[in-house]
């Protein structure tokens, strides 16, 4: 349970692929801030809405421990990190609110590229290695496939992993393919279609923030329309 607050709370990257894009949709909507572009806090000016710079990985998290109110964040971090706390019989503290159009990129299987490739049966009772940064998401659509291999988890430079010896194959994000392409790698199949979204908590706010979010989400959806 997160203390009352009369200010909204919004954890957005501090930098990376979406930093920019997550701050241009907020200004759209209205919102201006006390500039400190690099810091970690951004006192909101327009609105008592304030915005969190934070690393991607975080932004669930800090929804979940009530730190922040709502979150700009990658399908694939969210569901993967849901994923997670499932497993460990955490319950569901976050939920998408709505996709925000941008960041767009598929959570794909890959395999080497001279493999030929008839479809997920093919993987079946070969005791292969998977590597990826998503073990959950990975492990869910194994267990759908029914496929026994192992899922080998890194946090980065997931495509050398085939070249290094360490797994046969990969399950990583994938925009335009080129990475996989310079890795002899092909995609195969989609786990995830994903996008930014704006999560926020299961439970809503019982406050001044249940306003201000409801404010947001309306002019949120004013600006996503006209950008269709
Ligand atoms: O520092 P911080 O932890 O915040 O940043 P980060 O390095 O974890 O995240 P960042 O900025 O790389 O990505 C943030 C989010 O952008 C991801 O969680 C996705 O939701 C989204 N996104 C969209 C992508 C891509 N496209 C993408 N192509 N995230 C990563 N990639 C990587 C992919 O992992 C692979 O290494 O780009 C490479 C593939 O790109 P192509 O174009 O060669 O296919
Ligand atoms: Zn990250």
């Known amino acids: 349970g997160a203390a009352t607050r009369d200010r909204l709370r919004i954890a957005i990257q501090k930098s990376g692929r ?3 894009p997550a701050r241009k949709l907020l200004a759209a909507c209205g919102l201006s801030w006390r500039e400190s572009r690099d810091k970690l806090f951004c006192y909101g000016e327009s609105l008592p ?3 969190l710079l934070v690393r991607d990985d975080d932004i669930p998290g800090l929804i979940a421990d009530g730190v922040c109110d709502l979150g700009v964040v990658g399908r694939n971090e969210l569901d993967e990190q849901a994923g997670a706390r499932a497993q460990v019989g955490l319950p569901q503290a976050y939920r998408e609110l709505r996709g925000l159009g941008f960041g767009q990129c598929r959570l794909m299987l890959a395999v080497p590229e001279d493999w030929d490739w ?3 049966a093919q993987l079946r009772g070969r005791g292969l290695r998977i590597a990826t940064s998503y073990p959950s998401i990975l492990s869910r659509w194994l267990q759908e ?6 899922v080998v988890e890194l946090s980065g430079s997931v495509e050398i992993a085939p070249r290094l010896g360490t797994a046969e194959l990969i399950c990583d994000l994938v925009s335009s393919g080129a990475t996989l392409k310079a890795n002899q790698l092909k995609p195969v199949e989609t786990l995830l279609e994903s996008e930014a979204v704006l999560a926020g908590p299961v439970g809503g706010f019982d406050d001044a923030r249940a306003a201000l979010a409801q404010m947001l989400l309306r002019r949120m959806d004013g600006v996503l329309q006209v950008r269709e």
Do not use: F, S
């Open 18 to 20: 979406l930093a920019e």
């Open 145 to 150: 496939q029914q496929i026994d291999a192992q």
């Open 118 to 120: 008839t479809g997920p």
């Open 49 to 51: 809405v304030d915005l």
